[in-house]
């Protein structure tokens, strides 16, 4: 999780990403998922994390995959597609309608591995406002 914060310039505590695990881990079912994909010696090589959400247009849960990451060395030899496998599949299993996310409009890279897994590409822009003073 640190070396995907790295990557867009962010720099949470370790305290507040462990945080949001143990959410995951407390309470799957309602909150969302955190997966870690492992190479065949154990260490982690990336992850992806699903959130549980509603969809009023579709009246549907979601689930929404706000993170995948995988580490640099391990690009391009199909993690990212496992991962988004086994996102799709989680989302089957908790009733989720469809699994939705974005990426920054210059990662080029992960744009070919959504396509290259049939992802359709939206055309929303997205807005945010800081809740914290």
Request: with cysteine.
């Given at each position: 999780?640190?070396?995907?914060?790295?990557?867009?310039?962010?720099?949470?505590?370790?305290?507040?990403?462990?945080?949001?695990?143990?959410?995951?881990?407390?309470?799957?079912?309602?909150?969302?998922?955190?997966?870690?994909?492992?190479?065949?010696?154990?260490?982690?090589?990336?992850?992806?994390?699903?959130?549980?959400?509603?969809?009023?247009?579709?009246?549907?849960?979601?689930?929404?995959?706000?993170?995948?990451f995988v580490a640099p060395?391990?690009?391009?030899?199909?993690?990212?597609?496992?991962?988004?496998?086994?996102?799709?599949?989680?989302?089957?299993?908790?009733?989720?309608?469809?699994?939705?996310?974005?990426?920054?409009?210059?990662?080029?890279?992960?744009?070919?591995?959504?396509?290259?897994?049939?992802?359709?590409?939206?055309?929303?822009?997205?807005?945010?406002?800081?809740?914290?003073?």
């Amino acid at each position: 999780m640190r070396a995907y914060c790295d990557f867009y310039e962010v720099s949470p505590a370790d305290e507040e990403l462990i945080a949001v695990s143990q959410a995951l881990i407390a309470d799957p079912d309602r909150e969302g998922i955190q997966l870690v994909a492992r190479d065949d010696a154990g260490a982690a090589v990336g992850f992806a994390t699903v959130y549980w959400s509603w969809d009023t247009l579709s009246a549907a849960r979601i689930g929404i995959m706000h993170d995948l990451f995988v580490a640099p060395d391990t690009r391009g030899k199909g993690v990212a597609d496992q991962l988004i496998a086994v996102c799709l599949d989680e989302c089957r299993q908790h009733g989720a309608a469809r699994l939705a996310w974005q990426t920054a409009q210059d990662n080029e890279r992960a744009q070919r591995v959504y396509e290259r897994v049939g992802a359709t590409r939206e055309e929303w822009v997205d807005y945010w406002l800081s809740v914290r003073p």
